[in-house]
DNA sequence: AGCTCCAGCCATACGCTGTATGGATACGCT
DNA sequence: AGCGTATCCATACAGCGTATGGCTGGAGCT
């Protein structure tokens, strides 16, 4: 079952998603080759089509890794302003950690299912908010596209120069009340019982 | 100046332009490829080169057009609700009108100059709407990526399927409201004087 | 008229990409 | 002993952006 590699352990799953990540992190995933991630691996590139179907594959898996890192706000009693607070740094933080590779998942967001896990506690809190039922599905959907816009656009710039983390928070805090504050209104939601 | 060429008509930068965009509206901005562009135009690939700098440039001209298209609402005297309603919209439209290609604006911010028309109109609004000067600049930034973020999800979802563009234009409401009632309840702003 | 200049166009080539195809190797199992 | 199979590798193909350099033929000048 083993063949004399020219590295010494064979090729794993896990290695390939560590160092694609590794990579990413470091040059973006358009720098991201099959031959380079092949050269950093020590193995011929044909070698990881062993194990990865092919490169979007790879790419998948790679973010569903990073994915997998969210840690959900449990549904403890607090209020639902410092439930959503919760949910949006643990996506933000999320993001802070491999900007380059969420650049990658902003741009390509079929592999993350919404449906699943965050866009189910999203729900459950725009419920607590008082979100009308009809309406909760499309107000999720807004706050998703409100948030990683913000996110998006913050970690780009945050690779491209440092402006000051200060300034970088308060603007995250501004954005947040925005959010809370249009949803506590109940404003946006009057058109027709 | 003039030589032979094997199409009647030497080429121009206008018409590279207009075939390029009626590909990337065809099949998005990662199927054109300048070989293909030039195919398009009966011409030799390295031809568009004596128009344009290279690919970058070339996208980077495509969307400027695009853009140019733009029209930003007036300072008339109408409350700032209607007005950021009315920017909002225009830089809707200018997305739908080219899907894909606002894709690629989408993921390379960089060709549209936010310190421009754009920001200059948002900026002026939001200070009619009340929001102090110190955090003029920090959420003309945020609902840009607000809006963007919304206009870059709905286009995608929108080259998928159709989900009846009832829906959409009742969720792009929401989302303006939402937006809107944010501002005007100032909550956002009273961290410290 | 003859000259140069050069804008516009094209042919060739390089290094890069993802991956289809098929062959080599070496282990576990019967 | 021999087979199945998992893993790895070599070669090749089509496509990409574009660097380089050569051709052509009108414009402008002497």
Same mark, same amino acid.
């Given at each position: 079952m083993a063949v004399r590699t020219r590295r010494g352990e064979p090729l794993s799953l896990d290695e390939i998603h560590a160092t694609a990540l590794r990579l990413i992190d470091a040059g973006?995933?358009?720098?991201?080759? =099959?031959?380079?991630?092949?050269?950093?691996?020590?193995?011929? !590139? =044909?070698?990881?089509?062993?194990?990865?179907?092919?490169?979007?594959?790879?790419?998948?898996?790679?973010?569903?890794?990073?994915?997998?890192?969210? #840690?959900?706000?449990?549904?403890?009693?607090? !209020?639902?302003?410092?439930?959503? #607070?919760?949910?949006?740094?643990?996506?933000?933080?999320?993001?802070?950690?491999? !900007?380059?590779?969420?650049?990658?998942?902003?741009?390509?967001?079929?592999?993350?299912d919404r449906k699943e896990g965050m866009g189910a506690v999203l729900r459950r809190i725009l419920h607590a908010a008082g979100v009308p039922e009809r309406d909760v599905e499309a107000t999720s959907e807004i706050l998703y596209a409100f948030v990683t816009g913000f996110v998006y656009a913050e970690t780009r710039d945050h690779l491209g120069e440092h402006p000051g983390a200060e300034d970088v928070d308060r603007s995250y805090e501004i954005a947040i009340r925005l959010i809370l504050a249009g949803l506590a209104s109940g404003e946006a939601f009057d058109t027709q019982p």
């Open positions: 973006g995933a358009e720098a991201l080759s =099959m031959r380079k991630l092949a050269a950093e691996l020590d193995v011929n !590139p =044909m070698s990881l089509y062993h194990h990865v179907e092919n490169k979007t594959a790879l790419l998948a898996g790679v973010c569903g890794l990073a994915i997998s890192q969210l #840690r959900l706000p449990p549904d403890d009693g607090r !209020p639902w302003q410092e439930q959503l #607070r919760a949910l949006a740094h643990a996506y933000r933080s999320l993001a802070q950690a491999h !900007p380059r590779l969420w650049a990658y998942v902003h741009e390509h967001p079929e592999v993350v």
